[in-house]
């Protein structure tokens, strides 16, 4: 899920939250936000550069690293160690179940995905829509997006070979 997706969820469930949990609020946002600090900072370490920007892009690639390392904070022993400090300082609690949001959001996010794209694949009979090949490797790339939240419908989806997801990306990230 992309992080201005996370920032929107999180900013509304913080402004329905407000009324009953006060300042709390805040650290709930921040959880559901700043959790994914764990790209960046792994982004930095890796690539030697600084720039929120290009990890953006670099994220946003073709098939863009993915991995242990990359989402430190969204492995559930993280998630578990916020949540029993949480329980020790209560102020930590709004951080660590807007945390827990945030991740139930990505797993609920990847689930939805990977039946839409097993369905746009079946569609288009596993073969790449832009060169006709029928390779292993061809996969299903979001061609359409609305701006805010994702939208899990097939006729967003088309799949393409490895070369020409390549492409995609970066066509897509030149008209950015």
Not at 36 to 42: M, Q, S
């Amino acid at each position: 899920m992309r992080v201005r997706d996370h920032v929107l969820i999180s900013s509304a469930g913080a402004v329905l939250a407000a009324p009953f949990t006060g300042r709390g609020a805040l650290g709930f946002w921040a959880g559901g936000v700043l959790i994914d600090v764990d790209h960046y900072a792994w982004f930095c370490l890796r690539q030697r550069c600084l720039g929120p920007v290009a990890a953006v892009h670099f994220f946003n690639q073709a098939d863009p690293p993915q991995g242990p390392a990359t989402r430190a904070l969204h492995a559930p022993a993280a998630l578990l160690v916020i949540f029993l400090l949480g329980l020790r300082q209560r102020r930590l609690l709004p951080v660590a179940l807007g945390m827990g949001l945030h991740v139930a959001l990505d797993v609920h996010h990847v689930a939805h995905m990977d039946r839409t794209r097993s369905a746009a694949l079946a569609r288009d009979r596993y073969a790449c829509q832009v060169c006709g090949a029928a390779l292993p490797s061809v996969t299903a790339h979001v061609s359409r997006q609305p701006r805010l939240l994702p939208s899990y419908r097939v006729h967003n989806l088309i799949s393409l070979c490895g070369r020409c997801h390549k492409a995609a990306h970066e066509r897509s990230r030149g008209s950015a």
